[in-house]
């Protein structure tokens, strides 16, 4: 366990249904205690809306009464760079009989690593985060102009930037890449590869560690799905892949650009469940106004070959990447997911896929949105969930997703999306960005 010398708190985060992390901060001297017998929350966490009212439709969840423990991960307290003074760690859920909590989005995708091992597959996985930046105490005001993916545009926020590299490495979360993204004073960062709850737990840390980056320089990030309509929005797309003996099955292999057959069967059952994935992994309002289509952001359930449009693109070993690279990306995801729920559902739909031998249908690498209605109902392409109906209707209709989540979970998940539904409904779009642009 790392020590605490020199600082005061450590802050305990949790990530609710909406992707909105929570917390906890204890001193610093009471780490063992907090990793031991954690601080009491409330039972009402997993029934908290976008806009922190709280849902009583969830009938198991229905009063103020009881208590959870939320526990400190010994092995991750993390000292942070970039509040001094502080350190972070990832929370865990237990009733106070000692029992994991049914609603602790972090047991459930433990729950589901520990499954995919029992079928001896080691899944590995990354997010990469893109966000608006912009000058603190202005509503949006833009930190650069511009152009998109251009080192002049970084010129605006080089300190910043700066920082932000020096924060993350400082704080263990490991860096590919970072650039101007095509969006409205957008960056994007993707963390490198772990197994799937480190790689949640970093999702988590990363987006603390930007937002006190940006602080620092007197700027402010919005990591929301969509921070203005009339621009790219915010996906928060996950990397994964999927290996037996140490050899990735996406790689070596001799179907469709090279995946084993295992592997082609892992990809299948994500493209077979990708409406749930979909609604896991991008549940809010503004998520629903993300995925349109012509914008990166997965409007429509298809798998493609570096199809930067397709929900699942799949990037395939090559000469310059070598087969431990090759990996499926999910762009049907963003801020507002819970990351645990969303990795734990993926790995839910691979292993379902591999179980039912499934294969894949010829790639898409096109754009079906340019195509006319007839020609997508031909190819049996569909839109993924427009409305939080459709999501709950997605999560309830799909068995591994159903599961791997636990019905438990996925009972409160429905309520919150009926909830923030009911919230938005006299809301024009406008009104639902702007609600939801600094909750993440
Ligand atoms: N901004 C796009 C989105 O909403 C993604 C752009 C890209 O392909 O990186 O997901
Ligand atoms: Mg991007």
Known sequence: MAGLEGLHGLTIVFCDNNGIPRSRTVPASRLEDACERGVGITTLFPVFLSNDMITFAHEPLSNASGDVRLLATPERVVPLAGQPGFAWTPGRQFLVDGERSPYCARGVLERMVERAAAAGLEVRAGYELEWFVGHAGEELAPAHSGPVYSPHAMLAVDEFAAQLLADLAANGVPVGQLHAEYGLAQ????????????????????????????????????????????????GWHIHSSVSRDGRNLLAGGDRQSGMTPEGEAWVAGLLRELPALASVGSPSMPSLLRRRPGYFASAFAFWGVQNREAALRLVPASRLVPDAAANVELKASDASGNPYLALAAVIGAGLAGMDDGLTLPEPIQDEPGSWPQEERERRGIHRLPETAEDAVAAVRLSAPVREALGDDLVGAWAAVRRGDADTARDMSPEDIVAAHRYRY
Do not use: C, K
């Open 187 to 234: 960056m994007e960062v993707s963390i490198g590869v772990s197994d799937p709850v480190a790689a949640a737990d970093l999702q988590m840390l990363a987006r603390q560690t930007i937002h006190a980056a940006a602080r620092r320089h007197g700027l402010r990030a919005s990591f929301a799905p969509v921070v203005d309509l009339a621009a790219a929005g915010n």
